[in-house]
């Protein structure tokens, strides 16, 4: 098993800068595919981000990709989202989430196996 958690989250007023990480003790963290999740209140699950476990390969949602940016440091097991010029409609939980690395990456919540608890992201307007 994988255990990760989140952190970095808290409450920002729109425009402000927030970086999470995401981080899993282990030997093995370098072999999972790394990707971020977030839930709105209301609305279901949305791919944020992901990135390989070389950190090569990274995919971006469309709302996001021009303002959010992730990397991972495989010597600390941690990953981590820079997120810029939040927006309110940014405020949910946000998760990580790991699978076994692939050939190619993914942004379907379905695809991944283990989930941290989250970390709570509120942009205030």
């Known amino acids: 098993q994988l255990h990760l958690v989140e952190s970095g989250g808290g409450l920002v007023q729109a425009g402000d800068s927030l970086r999470l990480s995401c981080a899993a003790p282990?030997?093995?963290?370098?072999?999972?595919?790394i990707g971020w999740f977030r839930r709105a209140p209301g609305k279901e699950r949305e791919f944020v981000a992901a990135?390989?476990?070389?950190?090569?390969?990274?995919l971006y949602g469309d709302s996001v990709k021009d303002r959010f940016t992730i990397s991972r440091d495989n010597a600390k097991n941690t990953v981590i989202l820079e997120m810029n010029n939040l927006k309110a409609e940014d405020t949910a939980v946000y998760y990580c989430?790991?699978?076994?690395?692939?050939?190619?990456?993914?942004?379907?919540?379905?695809?991944?196996?283990?989930w941290g608890q989250g970390t709570q992201v509120t942009i205030s307007s």
């Open positions: 989430a790991a699978r076994s690395a692939r050939i190619t990456l993914v942004d379907s919540s379905d695809s991944y196996e283990y």
């Open positions: 282990g030997p093995t963290f370098n072999m999972y595919d």
């Open positions: 990135i390989g476990w070389r950190g090569s390969k990274i």
